[in-house]
Structures are given as structure tokens and as C-alpha cells.
């Protein structure tokens, strides 16, 4: 998993597969601050000012989740918005948190962000194999854009609340 930039010089550690590869998760009430960010056909407008904002307020309230188990999921309930969900181990004050609770198949794909429509088809048919269906679909990239190029992966995580 990958963690908040700490040091712009190592920005986001290296992204192992296989921690999140065909995993089954059950989170209780898993703790995330929440941000919205403003899109145009899904593609978004201001993530980095979203982002950075979170990162500011986890950073102020000392809630910052331990690297190995931080994620930034992104739903989009709409071509026009995404709701963005980054770990936190605690309520911030003055900030939205949601709790997420179920069960959570996750699966890593590499490749480009226009690919998502893709993998929902291969997670569906993952997910059929298991008797499972999705009810929502969160994703997480591994990478920002300048390390995914320094690493030559684009690594992005889906995660799928099953039914």
C-alpha cells in the first residue's frame, strides 16, 4: 500500500501486488475521511487540491494511519463527481468521516485510467466465479502520476463491496 507524501523526493513508497491481489477484506466501521472532488465526464478538475487539503487536516489532527495500512479509495457515483475516502485513525475535527463496513474483494490492475470499465467487467467475472456480486466499486491508485512513471507501473486497486 502506499502512504501521504511525506518527503516530495520519495513521494510514494513501491507498491508491492501481491498484498492486495485477489484478497477478500472484512471491514467493521474502517475508519476515512471524506473529500469531493468535481469532475467532467469522470475525469477530475481539482483531486490535488482535495488531496492535499485531507492530507492537511489528517496532518493536523494527528490521525494519520500507519503506511501499511493507509488507502485512498475514489468512488464515483456520477460522471460529474467522486467521493474520495483516505484512512484516518481518528474523527477530524471540523471534517466529514464515513465508516465503511462489509466485505471487500480487492484486485490490482496496471494500466491506464480509461481502463476502468475493463476491470469492472474482469472483477464481475472474478467476482461470479466466487458466487459474488459487486454492490460498489472503490478504487485505489498506487502511485501518483510522477511515480508511476519512476516506477513504470501505473498500479490501481479495485476494491469491490460484494453482495
Known amino acids: 500500500m502506499t502512504t501521504p507524501m511525506v518527503n516530495p523526493d520519495i513521494c510514494c513508497p513501491e507498491f508491492i501486488p501481491k498484498t492486495l491481489d485477489d484478497i477478500t477484506h472484512t471491514w467493521k466501521d474502517k475508519l476515512f475521511l471524506t473529500g469531493e472532488v468535481k469532475q467532467l465526464f469522470h475525469i477530475p478538475l481539482n483531486m490535488g487540491s482535495v488531496i492535499t487539503r485531507m492530507c492537511s487536516q ?29 484512512t484516518i485513525t481518528k474523527e477530524v475535527p471540523g471534517a466529514t468521516s464515513a465508516r465503511l463496513s462489509g466485505t471487500f474483494v480487492s484486485k490490482v490492475f496496471d494500466g491506464p485510467y480509461n481502463f476502468v470499465p475493463k476491470w469492472i467487467k474482469e472483477m464481475d467475472a472474478l467476482l461470479a466465479t466466487k458466487g459474488q456480486k459487486a454492490l460498489k466499486y472503490y478504487f485505489h491508485y498506487a502511485y501518483c502520476p510522477k511515480c508511476s512513471k519512476k516506477y513504470g507501473h501505473n498500479y490501481c486497486v479495485a476494491f469491490a463491496q460484494t453482495a
Open 58 to 86: 489528517i496532518e493536523s489532527a494527528q490521525a494519520s494511519a500507519p503506511p501499511s495500512e493507509f488507502l485512498l479509495l475514489a468512488y464515483d457515483p456520477s460522471p460529474w463527481k467522486s467521493e474520495l475516502y483516505m
